[in-house]
């Protein structure tokens, strides 16, 4: 047994240990929420009722703290940035950050509450009380003041993630603010501009939280390598591009139903076409490069979680590629097949690229030999996830595009009755597995993040 001290970097980075740790508590809330909702499309249903739990009260939980979950580990990806390049923060700086972490704790835990007992606004991703929203962006705008102070506006020669990190930090607070328009009766009173600007905003916001993530990728992976030199280069430069691009039209293929002009369609087809091209080839160079990482047995747990992500998006991408093309969208859009790609995202993509990223965070903070970072059981458990995943989202693609192909056939459609019979038993089964692995990770990371408050040993890799 190897005896491991906890690494002198946790005081320098403490705001990354609770960021960290806000983040993989909204991860958990979103694994625990997302299961119990799944679970109302099975017998279970009855007992979930009996205890005052709802779809319609769990799928507003699952979908605040998912974005939630991203959002706050991108942010602690960048805190560690700044105290690595940095160093430690200033007396202000530590100040600033204390208020942020309460702000967000707060905002959380009335948003559950609240969510939980049945108030919400039924919005789409902003289904909590606007109280809560002032919260959050408050907290929001400190974090953009401790990071533009020692990161500074300049983008002069700066990498790709700086760029990704200092468009998404602005780009979340105009988006944020755009989606709660519809307080405003000239937009909530007309139908069509409020569901145009929905989508519109909750599209920016996914793509400024998408940036947030492929930024922390980008950086995480050259701290792998030991060389920064892709973050400079030509493809990365095109992904900022195409990402940005797409971040302000990848709603398009949502609202090809409404009554817009065509153009603001087509501009919506052409650039989601491009961008998932130019990411499976950055996914491609990444992978290249950490295939080829000086050491082997280093980083093994964030390597493997971003050899998954490289996959999903794959897949991910085959599914983007058909909701934006408009005579599929038509068969499909509106269906679980809109649900997977948007979970099979987070997840696949998203998620473990945070769980990379943290990992290699969780090495800094805790030694390199810590358990939860290079135990076999955690070594194994980024293939199982994806296992699970895949059956999952496999389930939700089958039981859409059958609905999707009878609702267009009509009447004589074939017979999909086995289908809808299987999909809640298998569904379920493949969900409670994902679940259990991703809350089985998360409550190893957390435990160790929270013991790494205080000076101590851990036990090492046996």
Same mark, same amino acid.
């Given at each position: 047994?190897?005896?491991?001290?906890?690494?002198?970097?946790? $005081?320098?980075?403490?705001?990354?240990?609770?960021?960290?740790?806000?983040?993989?508590?909204?991860?958990?809330?979103?694994? #625990?929420?997302?299961?119990?909702?799944?679970?109302?499309?099975?017998?279970?249903?009855?007992?979930?009722?009996?205890?005052?739990?709802?779809?319609?009260?769990?799928?507003?939980?699952?979908?605040?703290?998912?974005?939630?979950?991203?959002?706050?580990?991108? #942010?602690?990806?960048?805190?560690?940035?700044?105290?690595?390049?940095?160093?430690?923060?200033?007396?202000?700086?530590?100040?600033?950050?204390?208020?942020?972490?309460? !702000?967000?704790?707060?905002?959380?835990?009335?948003?559950?509450?609240?969510?939980?007992?049945?108030?919400? $606004?039924?919005?789409?991703?902003?289904?909590?009380?606007?109280?809560?929203?002032?919260?959050?962006?408050?907290?929001?705008? !400190?974090?953009?003041?401790?990071?533009?102070?020692?990161?500074?506006?300049?983008?002069?020669?700066?990498?790709?993630?700086?760029?990704?990190?200092?468009?998404?930090?602005?780009?979340?607070?105009?988006?944020?603010?755009?989606?709660?328009?519809?307080?405003?009766?000239?937009?909530?009173?007309?139908?069509?501009?409020?569901?145009?600007?929905?989508?519109?905003?909750?599209?920016?916001?996914?793509?400024?939280?998408?940036?947030?993530?492929?930024?922390?990728?980008?950086?995480?992976?050259?701290?792998?390598?030991?060389?920064?030199?892709?973050?400079?280069?030509?493809?990365?430069?095109?992904?900022?591009?195409?990402?940005?691009?797409?971040?302000?039209?990848?709603?398009?293929?949502?609202?090809?139903?409404?009554?817009?002009?065509?153009?603001?369609?087509?501009?919506?087809?052409?650039?989601?076409?491009?961008?998932?091209?130019?990411?499976?080839?950055?996914?491609?160079?990444?992978?290249?490069?950490?295939?080829?990482?000086?050491?082997?047995?280093?980083?093994?747990?964030?390597?493997?979680?971003?050899?998954?992500? $490289?996959?999903?998006?794959?897949?991910?991408?085959?599914?983007?590629?058909?909701?934006?093309?408009?005579?599929?969208? $038509?068969?499909?859009?509106?269906?679980?097949? #809109?649900?997977?790609?948007?979970?099979?995202?987070?997840?696949?993509?998203?998620?473990?690229?945070?769980?990379?990223?943290?990992?290699?965070?969780?090495?800094?903070?805790?030694?390199?030999?810590?358990?939860?970072?290079?135990?076999?059981?955690?070594?194994?458990?980024?293939?199982?996830?994806?296992?699970?995943?895949?059956?999952?989202?496999?389930?939700?693609?089958?039981?859409?595009?059958?609905?999707?192909?009878?609702?267009?056939?009509?009447?004589?459609?074939?017979?999909?009755?086995?289908?809808?019979?299987?999909?809640?038993?298998?569904?379920?089964?493949?969900?409670?597995?994902?679940?259990?692995?991703?809350?089985?990770?998360?409550?190893?990371?957390?435990?160790?993040?929270?013991?790494?408050?205080?000076?101590?040993?851990?036990?090492?890799?046996?």
């Amino acid at each position: 047994m190897v005896r491991v001290p906890v690494s002198e970097a946790t $005081t320098a980075s403490r705001a990354f240990v609770w960021m960290a740790l806000l983040a993989l508590g909204a991860c958990a809330v979103t694994i #625990v929420s997302g299961t119990l909702a799944a679970l109302t499309y099975t017998d279970s249903e009855l007992v979930l009722r009996s205890a005052q739990l709802t779809l319609q009260q769990l799928r507003p939980v699952h979908e605040t703290f998912a974005f939630a979950w991203v959002f706050l580990g991108g #942010v602690a990806i960048v805190y560690f940035y700044l105290h690595h390049t940095f160093g430690p923060p200033s007396a202000a700086m530590r100040r600033r950050t204390v208020w942020q972490i309460v !702000l967000w704790t707060v905002a959380g835990l009335g948003i559950l509450v609240t969510l939980l007992s049945g108030r919400f $606004t039924g919005r789409e991703y902003l289904g909590y009380h606007p109280a809560f929203s002032v919260l959050i962006l408050a907290g929001w705008l !400190l974090f953009a003041w401790n990071f533009f102070e020692q990161s500074g506006i300049s983008l002069s020669n700066r990498p790709a993630y700086i760029y990704m990190w200092s468009i998404a930090i602005p780009l979340f607070v105009i988006t944020y603010l755009e989606g709660h328009l519809y307080l405003f009766d000239v937009v909530s009173g007309r139908p069509v501009r409020d569901i145009a600007i929905q989508w519109k905003a909750n599209g920016t916001l996914v793509g400024s939280f998408n940036l947030l993530a492929y930024g922390s990728l980008m950086w995480v992976s050259g701290r792998i390598r030991g060389d920064d030199g892709y973050a400079h280069s030509r493809t990365a430069f095109a992904l900022l591009f195409v990402g940005v691009l797409n971040t302000f039209t990848n709603y398009g293929h949502h609202t090809y139903h409404l009554p817009q002009t065509a153009w603001i369609h087509w501009i919506s087809f052409v650039i989601s076409m491009l961008e998932v091209i130019i990411l499976a080839k950055v996914f491609l160079d990444v992978l290249a490069l950490l295939w080829t990482a000086s050491d082997p047995q280093a980083h093994r747990v964030s390597q493997w979680f971003i050899r998954s992500a $490289t996959m999903w998006t794959f897949v991910m991408t085959a599914v983007a590629i058909a909701l934006a093309v408009p005579p599929l969208n $038509t068969l499909i859009h509106g269906t679980h097949v #809109v649900v997977a790609h948007s979970m099979g995202s987070m997840l696949g993509i998203d998620s473990m690229i945070l769980w990379a990223a943290l990992a290699y965070g969780l090495e800094a903070v805790l030694g390199s030999q810590h358990p939860v970072v290079c135990g076999r059981r955690v070594r194994l458990a980024a293939p199982l996830l994806s296992l699970f995943l895949f059956v999952f989202l496999l389930s939700y693609l089958a039981r859409g595009a059958a609905a999707g192909w009878a609702r267009y056939v009509g009447p004589s459609a074939p017979d999909f009755s086995w289908l809808i019979a299987v999909f809640p038993g298998v569904m379920a089964l493949s969900g409670i597995g994902l679940a259990v692995t991703v809350l089985w990770i998360v409550a190893q990371w957390m435990v160790a993040l929270w013991s790494a408050m205080r000076p101590t040993h851990k036990e090492g890799c046996r």
